[in-house]
């Protein structure tokens, strides 16, 4: 086949991909939301290195607590942007002192999450954790919706990470409101990656997760995203961190919001501290 | 630049050229939900660069390197990576015989490791020529040349039999 062939058959492999149906303006509105982060980011790092400066004076003077100024929007002269980034108020400990780096020990079920990531896949079929992901499903579905009518795990796929320290696992549910349009997301993880609370919140909602809640004799992380969406951080006493993520918009899968409230936050902080709520074990333990 | 002069002539890029990515992408990928995801990160960073790759004549380049690089990140890294399933409830389409060829190829497609893949992407469907896939991809000429070999061939070995099949040899 020469190359003109190649060409023409890529070509209409090509064709066949739908590449109609978009909108500019979700495009300049995402990349207007990404410039407002880059540059949140540079100003939350320049607010960061100030309060580290503040928080020794502190220290060395006797000790106190103060309360971080949020970062400064964005530069004069830049676009108006509509972010979904929410900074994080930043509450100073001077008497605590920073954590110690230390370098983490993969154990055998880190090594063996991470072989099963790394292996090739071409399509739902290869997609790996199969039982841990249904019964993700099921624990979610018997604190969230126990009459079984409004969630549903009909993505079927699997959100992975890892870090030098561990290994994350999600998995997105759809929930709808029987006789109504539209469709609401839960996003359930389970993390043994390394990074602050807030980084993970954001990582996982694109905002960070500020409030500090107690419910049921443990603290909770909560922070509050746009259009209704909330997210609830738990460490769990083994050090993993398990996150709910409420959304009254599946992005991906709608257009139309269920509505706001969808799911009460009392069984999502009752959801996040589940102890059923853990990472896949390999097999052989 | 001020906001609203960015925001038009992205705007206008997208309108021209949003399509072709998206089709690229799915090349590189083989799933249109993924091919959507790497045509979204590919224009927010296009997006943020405006000022500088619009000043640079540089537009095309780097969607095109952000794409192929952010594609290989994906293939190479777990990290954020979401693997949508739909088993059981979503059941493949059924095929019909005129894509029968069109299917093949993307299967082989698959096959091939992401880098080699890129290589026949960039030089078979963007029309890029051997310098200028090796720029995009960050190495030699002669790489570029033994990866579009190598993946041909085994595009080739797995193709061939298909094809003399139905041409009756």
New interface residues.
């Given amino acids: 086949m020469n190359e003109t062939e190649w060409a023409e058959r890529l070509e209409a492999l090509a064709a066949r991909e739908d590449a109609s149906g978009f909108d500019v303006r979700d495009d300049v509105a995402r990349g207007r939301a990404r410039l407002l982060r880059n540059r949140v980011g540079v100003a939350g790092a320049a607010v960061l290195a100030g309060a580290v400066v503040l928080g020794t004076g502190l220290a060395l003077g006797g000790g106190g607590t103060g309360h971080a100024a949020p970062g400064p929007g964005p530069a004069d002269g830049g676009p108006t942007a509509t972010a979904t980034y929410h900074e994080p108020q930043v509450t100073l400990r001077p008497s605590a002192p920073p954590p110690t780096p230390t370098t983490p020990v993969p154990d055998a079920r880190d090594a063996w999450l991470r072989t099963q990531l790394d292996r090739p896949w071409s399509g739902p079929q290869d997609i790996p954790f199969k039982a841990w992901r249904n019964d993700l499903f099921r624990t979610a579905r018997s604190v969230l919706d126990p009459s079984g009518t409004h969630l549903t795990y009909s993505s079927a796929g699997l959100n992975s990470g890892s870090d030098q320290h561990g290994v994350g696992l999600g998995i997105k549910l759809g929930w709808a409101e029987p006789g109504a349009a539209g469709q609401g997301m839960v996003q359930v993880e389970v993390t043994s990656e390394g990074g602050s609370d807030q980084e993970r919140c954001a990582l996982t909602g694109g905002f960070g997760c500020p409030r500090t809640v107690h419910a049921g004799g443990a603290t909770l992380k909560v922070g509050n995203g746009d259009g209704g969406a909330f997210i609830v951080l738990y460490r769990q006493p083994d050090g993993e961190r398990s996150v709910v993520l409420v959304d009254p918009l599946f992005g991906n899968n709608s257009r139309t919001p269920v509505r706001a409230g969808f799911v009460s936050r009392q069984d999502v902080y009752r959801l996040v501290r589940d102890d059923r709520l853990d990472l896949p074990q390999p097999p052989s333990s | 630049m001020?906001?609203?002069a960015?925001?038009a002539e992205?705007?206008e890029y997208?309108?021209g050229r949003?399509?072709?990515l998206?089709?690229?992408a799915?090349?590189l990928c083989?799933d249109?939900?993924r091919?959507e995801d790497l045509v979204?990160t590919t224009?927010?960073?296009?997006?943020?660069a405006?000022p500088r790759i619009r000043r640079d004549g540089s537009i095309e380049a780097y969607a095109r390197r952000v794409m192929v690089n952010a594609h290989v990140d994906d293939t190479r890294?777990?990290?954020?990576?979401?693997?949508?399933?739909?088993?059981?409830?979503?059941v493949e389409a059924r095929v019909p015989p005129s894509?029968e060829?069109?299917d093949l190829?993307?299967?082989a497609?698959?096959e091939l490791p992401p880098r080699q893949r890129a290589t026949?992407?960039l030089r078979?469907?963007w029309?890029l020529s051997v310098e200028e896939t090796a720029t995009d991809l960050g190495v030699s000429t002669g790489t570029v040349k033994s990866q579009t070999s190598h993946a041909?061939r085994h595009?080739?070995q797995v193709l061939s039999p298909h094809y003399d099949e139905r041409q009756g040899r």
């Avoid at chain 2, 224009?43 to 943020?48: A, H, I, N, S």
């Fill in positions: 001020r906001g609203s960015r925001d992205f705007s997208v309108a949003r399509a072709q998206r089709r690229a799915y090349l083989g249109s939900h091919a979204q224009l927010m960073k296009v997006y943020v405006w890294r777990p990290w954020r990576r979401e693997r949508v399933g739909v088993e059981g409830l979503d894509a060829d069109r190829l993307m299967a497609l698959a026949v992407v078979h469907y029309g041909l595009l080739e």
